[in-house]
């Protein structure tokens, strides 16, 4: 029968279901289900993975002890190194250190510093020579001057005598009341006087004796002694009388005898010839006594320091007198002869 000949199937209307789409699908006969699959058998992959599992430790090699074994010889050999490193180090201090103390490494670097400061003259010089080449030289007008050998030169006794005449000059501003100090000295002895006032009196030599030491030396000189101690301190306490009214209390009495036996005999003598006590005698007082010019000097420098004027006195006995005691203002020398440094010399 045609297929045009068939009945038409009679189809649902919409948003209804046909029986046949309500009929449950058949299982095809070849492909078993899944119920019908026995617990018993296990699938074929499940047993592959066990087997593998249990055949994976025993074929895995053990490698600790190599790793073990390996790292011990990399650490005696690291140990190796820098015990080799250590002494190559010392010995290149110990080479430094040779070659430092060593003459070729001292020619070495003295060497090095030479070719350094020649090659910074060579750098000076190079830049000096370009300054004077750009330098604008002006021709300057010769001036002719006569020479000092054309003109008359003052013979040495002239320059002599004017510093004599200088030295004299010290104490001329107050001659007359140093003259009329000398003048008092030659009349009766005043045994009351005040402390550092004379309370002796001079004879004429005495007087002659400190003129030339005031008007011609200017207060710095030598002079021959009286032929005894006594009489060179009575003079040194004239002395000290007069400068006491020039200076008042800026000057101190520095006395260099170089024995205690000597230094007794001046201080004993002035207390005497002044009216003085043993407090006037002292670092702080008006007359210090010293038995060595070094200590003399330091003093004398420090007075100075000070704006006081240092009178020296030296003893007839001093063979000789320090060259730095000749540079102070003020110093009187006693010069003794033969007869009274014999004496001396005897007496100790």
Same mark, same amino acid.
């Given at each position: 029968?045609?297929?045009?000949?068939?009945?038409?199937? +009679?189809?649902?209307?919409?948003?209804?279901? /046909?029986?046949?789409?309500?009929?449950?699908?058949?299982?095809?006969?070849?492909?078993?289900? %899944?119920?019908?699959?026995?617990?018993?058998?296990?699938?074929?992959?499940?047993?592959?993975?066990?087997?593998?599992?249990?055949?994976?430790?025993?074929? +895995?090699?053990? #490698?600790?002890?190599?790793?073990?074994?390996? #790292?011990? @010889?990399?650490?005696? *050999?690291?140990?190796?190194?820098?015990?080799?490193?250590?002494?190559?180090?010392?010995?290149?201090?110990?080479?430094?250190?040779?070659?430092?103390?060593?003459?070729?490494?001292? /020619?070495?670097?003295?060497?090095?510093?030479? +070719?350094?400061?020649?090659?910074? =003259?060579? !750098?000076?010089?190079?830049? =000096?020579?370009?300054?004077?080449?750009?330098?604008?030289?002006?021709?300057?007008?010769?001036?002719?001057?006569?020479?000092?050998?054309?003109?008359?030169?003052?013979?040495?006794?002239?320059?002599?005598?004017?510093?004599? #005449?200088?030295?004299?000059?010290?104490? +001329?501003?107050? @001659?007359?009341?140093?003259?009329?100090?000398? @003048?008092?000295?030659? /009349?009766?002895?005043?045994?009351?006087?005040?402390?550092?006032?004379?309370?002796?009196?001079?004879?004429?030599?005495?007087?002659?004796?400190?003129?030339?030491?005031?008007?011609?030396?200017? !207060?710095?000189?030598?002079?021959?002694? *009286?032929?005894?101690?006594?009489?060179?301190?009575?003079?040194?306490?004239?002395?000290?009388?007069?400068?006491?009214?020039?200076?008042?209390?800026?000057?101190?009495?520095?006395?260099?005898?170089?024995? %205690?036996?000597?230094?007794?005999?001046?201080?004993?003598?002035?207390?005497?010839?002044?009216?003085?006590? *043993?407090?006037?005698?002292?670092?702080?007082?008006?007359?210090?006594?010293?038995? *060595?010019?070094?200590?003399?000097?330091?003093?004398?420098?420090?007075?100075?320091?000070?704006?006081?004027?240092? #009178?020296?006195?030296?003893?007839?006995?001093?063979?000789?007198?320090?060259?730095?005691?000749?540079?102070?203002?003020?110093?009187?020398?006693?010069?003794?002869?033969?007869?009274?440094?014999?004496?001396?010399?005897?007496?100790?």
């Amino acid at each position: 029968m045609p297929e045009t000949d068939l009945p038409l199937r +009679k189809q649902p209307p919409p948003g209804q279901t /046909s029986p046949e789409q309500l009929a449950p699908e058949q299982p095809s006969p070849q492909q078993p289900s %899944p119920e019908q699959l026995s617990p018993e058998q296990p699938s074929n992959n499940s047993a592959d993975s066990q087997s593998d599992l249990l055949a994976a430790p025993q074929d +895995k090699p053990d #490698l600790d002890p190599l790793l073990q074994v390996a #790292l011990t @010889e990399l650490q005696q *050999r690291r140990d190796q190194l820098e015990a080799e490193i250590k002494d190559l180090s010392n010995r290149k201090s110990q080479l430094e250190k040779e070659l430092s103390s060593s003459f070729a490494g001292q /020619s070495d670097a003295i060497a090095r510093r030479v +070719k350094g400061f020649q090659d910074y =003259l060579t !750098g000076a010089l190079q830049d =000096l020579a370009q300054s004077v080449e750009q330098l604008e030289l002006v021709v300057q007008p010769v001036v002719v001057q006569p020479s000092p050998l054309d003109q008359p030169n003052s013979t040495p006794e002239a320059a002599a005598q004017g510093n004599a #005449l200088a030295v004299a000059d010290t104490f +001329k501003p107050d @001659e007359s009341l140093i003259r009329e100090c000398l @003048e008092q000295f030659l /009349s009766q002895p005043d045994f009351y006087a005040d402390p550092w006032k004379l309370r002796r009196s001079l004879d004429p030599r005495d007087k002659e004796l400190l003129e030339d030491w005031f008007f011609n030396q200017g !207060g710095r000189g030598a002079q021959p002694s *009286r032929n005894s101690r006594t009489r060179n301190i009575l003079v040194a306490a004239a002395l000290i009388a007069i400068l006491g009214e020039l200076y008042g209390d800026r000057f101190q009495s520095l006395v260099l005898a170089g024995e %205690p036996e000597r230094l007794g005999e001046w201080r004993r003598g002035l207390q005497d010839a002044l009216g003085l006590a *043993r407090e006037d005698f002292g670092p702080s007082s008006g007359i210090v006594l010293f038995e *060595r010019g070094e200590a003399l000097v330091e003093r004398a420098d420090r007075l100075e320091e000070r704006g006081e004027v240092p #009178l020296i006195l030296i003893d007839a006995a001093q063979r000789s007198v320090e060259i730095p005691v000749l540079q102070f203002p003020l110093w009187l020398a006693f010069a003794a002869g033969p007869q009274e440094r014999f004496e001396d010399e005897e007496l100790l």
